[in-house]
T-cell receptor
Framework: GAVVSQHPSWVICKSGTSVKIECRSLDFQATTMFWYRQFPKQSLMLMATSNEGSKATYEQGVEKDKFLINHASLTLSTLTVTSAHPEDSSFYIC????????????FGPGTRLTVL | AQSVTQLDSQVPVFEEAPVELRCNYSSSVSVYLFWYVQYPNQGLQLLLKYLSGSTLVKGINGFEAEFNKSQTSFHLRKPSVHISDTAEYFCAVSWDQGAQKLVFGQGTRLTINP
């Protein structure tokens, strides 16, 4: 149980284009989803928290207009990197949480983004 | 601000030896504690968690951790490691029940040598 998927698992795009990453909870309804960014050999950096049907809450320093997050349903959240640049290349990981679950988060497998 | 510190960035260990990965956090008020493992190019897998009750928590793959409130620590241990335990290990703490946020440590790279 508590499986989270991400799609795509890796993507290469040209500078200036936009890329959408999907995060799905497959066997449960996620009240909250989280998006993280991870640089090589570093820890996870929380980018934003999203609740179904409401606007995402972005962490300080994260550009909301560049990293668009949509949480349209209890099983799907999307992260769109707009006008991507090489410095946006990173490993993006989503996680999903359920209210009342002691704040445990279930993580997706991650998406490797490379911007050329 | 709340923080999580993993004191060792890298831990090399010989196969079948015991290992301890250290984790300290800034406050012990109403915390939930987690250890995750990450294999290369993969997401995070939950090893174990402390929510309440017994301070000694057992997890998957033979790992265990002990919650020490007075020392604000949650160290991860395994009595005998295997080559397959080579991975990155993250300690995470949640303080804010409403926001469900996790604060992660910097990670410890565990390398098992034959």
């Amino acid at each position: 149980g508590a499986v989270v998927s991400q799609h795509p698992s890796w993507v290469i795009c040209k500078s200036g284009t936009s890329v959408k990453i999907e995060c799905r909870s497959l066997d449960f309804q996620a009240t909250t989803m989280f998006w993280y960014r991870q640089f090589p050999k570093q820890s996870l950096m929380l980018m934003a928290t999203s609740n179904e049907g409401s606007k995402a809450t972005y962490e300080q320093g994260v550009e909301k207009d560049k990293f668009l997050i949509n949480h349209a349903s209890l099983t799907l959240s999307t992260l769109t990197v707009t006008s991507a640049h090489p410095e946006d290349s990173s490993f993006y990981i989503c996680s999903a949480g359920v209210a009342g679950s002691y704040n445990e988060q279930f993580f997706g497998p991650g998406t490797r983004l490379t911007v050329l | 601000a709340q923080s999580v510190t993993q004191l060792d960035s890298q831990v090399p260990v010989f196969e079948e030896a015991p290992v301890e990965l250290r984790c300290n956090y800034s406050s012990s008020v109403s915390v939930y504690l987690f250890w995750y493992v990450q294999y290369p190019n993969q997401g995070l897998q939950l090893l174990l968690k402390y929510l309440s009750g017994s301070t000694l928590v057992k997890g998957i793959n033979g790992f265990e951790a002990e919650f020490n409130k007075s020392q604000t620590s949650f160290h991860l241990r395994k009595p005998s490691v295997h080559i397959s335990d080579t991975a990155e290990y993250f300690c995470a703490v949640s303080w804010d029940q409403g926001a469900q946020k996790l604060v992660f440590g910097q990670g410890t790279r565990l390398t098992i040598n034959p």
